[in-house]
């Protein structure tokens, strides 16, 4: 199915789904531009969109696939494609794949998830098959252990591992601790998450002669988001036209934002997708326009990564640049918040991961450091703590494989909220 006309899509949407109906019942009947409508709700659209008599797909359940979404936050709810709108979804984000240097005969090891109804695997290794310069595609899966994951990769001299930076991080670590040398990787492609600079460093150690690039920028709810733009920022990309829209809007207005390095929050438009339309959907993410070229933005992290602590907000992306200004050596190679409650109070722990072989000498000293830089950017917190409403800042350190990821998708969990609930 080739991207269909805007106008066309809304109207299909109105007629045929229930959801968009009630949400466009007040709109003039010919409302054909994205600013004539509103942004989609999240919480109402999965309230609808129930597996059984579904309020927001356009026809009956009869020829599709279902897989499972809301990876690290929130309960699964379930997408789903037709085979036309899945071979449409593959084959654009395919062609994306020649951006991150993906090169004809390039040995590809797939290690994102499988099973579960889960996406991420099976849509990797379908726009491998369907990118435009052929490839060797090695169906490994993020599942599999470890102690055969690198043999595999060894014997078949892999040159591009594929998998979300968790994954691609613990592979890491067991090369760096077993000295095994994977000298044929040249390219690293994570998605799914960010990749911070702490990571990045342990992936150099373990695979010093490859590059840490975006597979790209996708959602299996949103469908196609953004396309890999070369350059030494990953994460710039540009929009998959003609068959989405992108925009970022305005925090509290709803408005579009047009004018470079101003962030917002990022919502899609799917213009292939019609049994499940998704049209002004909430992506989850933050993002600015880079001005560098058409179309271009830069990913800012996901708009839901943070968490009240007593009367603070912290987001994960403020612990970062504290690990970030204080670890001049480069010793941290993921960060974990992790928020409990005792003794009738909050209090937040920074879970800091090194890497294999790092001494323990120093740790005191670099963890007051990131505590220092942290409460200089959130005041509140010490501010807190001298009022008697929450813990003090405490570290905890730890290895990159005892780190908190989602069981299901392998995805690290940046916040992971330990406190008891009623």
């Not at 379908?126 to 090695?138: K, T």
């Not at 968790?166 to 067991?174: D, S, V």
């Not at 994460?235 to 934002?257: G, K, M, N, Q």
């Not at 992506?283 to 943070?306: K, N």
Request: contains cysteine.
């Amino acid at each position: 199915m080739s991207a269909q006309q805007l106008s066309d899509l809304i109207r299909f949407a109105r007629h045929n789904s229930p959801f968009y109906r009630d949400l466009y019942a007040s709109l003039p009947p010919h409302a054909d531009r994205l600013t004539d409508l509103p942004v989609v709700d999240q919480q109402e659209f999965w309230a609808a969109n129930a597996l059984h008599d579904s309020r927001v797909l356009t026809g009956p359940l009869s020829e599709a696939t279902v897989y499972k979404t809301g990876g690290t936050t929130g309960s699964p709810k379930f997408s789903v494609y037709t085979r036309d709108e899945w071979r449409t979804f593959v084959t654009s984000f395919g062609q994306g794949l020649v951006d991150t240097g993906l090169r004809p005969g390039h040995r590809v090891a797939d290690l994102f998830y499988a099973g579960e109804l889960y996406a991420s695997f099976l849509f990797v290794l379908d726009s491998l098959a369907h990118a435009p310069v052929d490839n060797v595609r090695l169906p490994i899966g993020g599942g599999a252990p470890l102690e055969t994951t690198i043999p595999t990769l060894r014997d078949l001299a892999a040159q591009v591992v594929t998998g979300t930076p968790t994954t691609l991080c613990r592979l890491a670590e067991q090369v760096v601790s077993s000295g095994v040398r994977l000298d044929a990787v040249e390219l690293l492609l994570f998605g799914g998450e960010a990749l911070f600079d702490d990571q990045r460093r342990l992936l150099a150690t373990a695979f010093p002669r490859a590059e840490a690039r975006s597979v790209g920028y996708a959602s299996v709810d949103a469908g196609l988001l953004g396309r890999p733009v070369p350059g030494a920022d990953a994460r710039v990309h540009r929009a998959f036209t003609p068959y989405s829209v992108v925009e970022i809007l305005d925090d509290s207005t709803d408005e579009p934002i047009t004018e470079p390095g101003r962030p917002g929050r990022v919502v899609v438009t799917s213009l292939f997708r019609r049994l499940m339309p998704i049209i002004r959907y909430p992506a989850g993410d933050r993002a600015e326009w880079t001005g560098t070229g058409p179309g271009h933005f830069r990913i800012l992290g996901r708009a839901e990564e943070g968490v009240r602590v007593g009367p603070v907000s912290l987001y994960s992306q403020d612990a970062q640049d504290a690990v970030t200004a204080a670890d001049t050596a480069g010793r941290v190679v993921g960060t974990q918040l992790v928020v409990r409650r005792w003794d009738g109070r909050d209090g937040l722990v920074l879970r800091l991961a090194t890497a294999p072989g790092d001494p323990d000498h120093g740790r005191e000293e670099l963890a007051g450091a990131v505590v220092t830089e942290l409460e200089t950017v959130r005041p509140l917190y010490p501010d807190s703590v001298r009022a008697g409403f929450v813990h003090p800042l405490s570290v905890e350190w730890a290895r990159h494989r005892d780190l908190a990821v989602n069981p299901r998708s392998g995805k690290l969990v940046r916040v992971l909220d330990e406190r008891p609930t009623a």
